[in-house]
Structures are given as structure tokens and as C-alpha cells.
């Protein structure tokens, strides 16, 4: 790749629109920290090239979609052990419910991955003993299209503008390490190398 701003910006994000495509791709299921200190794993759904959005699906009654709403601090953490590529990026965060992203990304989501929303109980709530809080007769199986719009009512997606990133490649040398940051997507990034 080339050792520019530009080169390493374009690395990022050719690195997560890959992510996108495979689930076997380390990049696939970034960790995602908010405001509470609170870190979790959760799938990358969508990442525009400027990395004005990336779109992650999730339950709307987490504890996590009340914290970010509208406008709550985000970061996002993937790494990549065979290029030995750490991406740290930061910015803001939406959870949105209804509307025409929302819907998009319901209609895309697979009948498994509709399942989860099928939950009686929000993730996090106490249940009577370990399980999935899913109802019985769903437990082996996907639900057919009719039984996943249930589930509807209880998915939100997570929509993350990106402002600053944190680009490293350890290598035997030492490694490079470039530090991007902006007000909004609409700015240009200022951009730094740094020490690794
Ligand atoms: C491999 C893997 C993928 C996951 N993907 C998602 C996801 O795409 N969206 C999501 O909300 N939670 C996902 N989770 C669950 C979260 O890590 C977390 O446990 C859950 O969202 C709890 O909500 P909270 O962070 O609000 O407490 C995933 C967990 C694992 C292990």
C-alpha cells in the first residue's frame, strides 16, 4: 500500500468494506466502546468508503441504545493479526428505530439473525435461569418471514460517524502509525504521522 495519507485512509477503509463480505474476516466483528467504559463485540454491517457511517444492527431495549441515542460517543476497535493492522476509530453515534435506514436494514438481515429479536426479554435482562429468552418452539429453528416481523418492534440500528482515526501497522521495523481527525464527515481530516 501506499505510504500517504491517502493510501492509509483508503487501507481503512478497503479493510472494512471487506470486513462487510465475510464473516471470517477479523475485521468482521468489531469491539464497541461507549461512554459507560462498557466494550462489546458486534458485527460490521455497513461502512461507507469516507466512513461517514458505519452501520451496526442491534436490540432496541439494550442497555447500550439508551446510552448512545442521540448523539452519544462511540468507538470502534478491529484488528487484523495476519497485516498486524489496528484500527481505533471514534465519533458519534445514532440509534435509529424507524425510518428508511431501520427499514433497509431489517429487510436485509437474514431470518437467523431476524431470530434474536424474537427475545422476550431485552439482552441484559434477568431471566430464571440461562437461555436465550427465546420462545421454545423457536429455539432449533429460524423463524419462517411471517413469525420474524415480531421482532421488528424490537430492532434499531446503530449508526456511527466517524471522526477521528488511528491507523498502525506493526512490522519488523517498528511499525507506522497515522492519526486522522475531524469536526464531521462533511471536514477534511487533519491528519498526523505518529509514533507507534
Ligand atoms: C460474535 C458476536 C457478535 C455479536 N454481534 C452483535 C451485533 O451485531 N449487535 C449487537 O447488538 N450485539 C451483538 N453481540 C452481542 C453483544 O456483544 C452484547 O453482548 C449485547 O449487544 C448486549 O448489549 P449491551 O452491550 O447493551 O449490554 C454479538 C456478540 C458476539 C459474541
Known sequence: MDL??????ADAA???GEALKSARHPMH???IGTADG???????????????CLRFNTDWRSPKARLIANGGP???LAYDPTARVQLRMQGQGRIERTGPIADAAWSAA?????????????PGAVLDGPG????EHMLNRSPTADEAEQGRQNFAVLLVEVQTL??????HHGGVRARFVRFSAADDWQAAWVAP
Open 4 to 9: 500517504t495519507f491517502a493510501g492509509v485512509l
Open 132 to 135: 436465550a429468552a427465546l420462545p
Open 29 to 31: 466483528a468489531p469491539v
Open 38 to 52: 462498557d466494550l462489546r463485540i458486534m458485527v460490521l454491517r455497513e461502512a461507507t468508503p469516507d466512513l461517514s
Open 110 to 122: 437474514q431470518l437467523s439473525s431476524k431470530r434474536c429479536y424474537l427475545a422476550t426479554s431485552g
Open 166 to 171: 488511528d491507523w498502525l501497522q506493526l512490522t
Open 14 to 16: 478497503t479493510r472494512l
Open 74 to 76: 462511540v468507538s470502534v
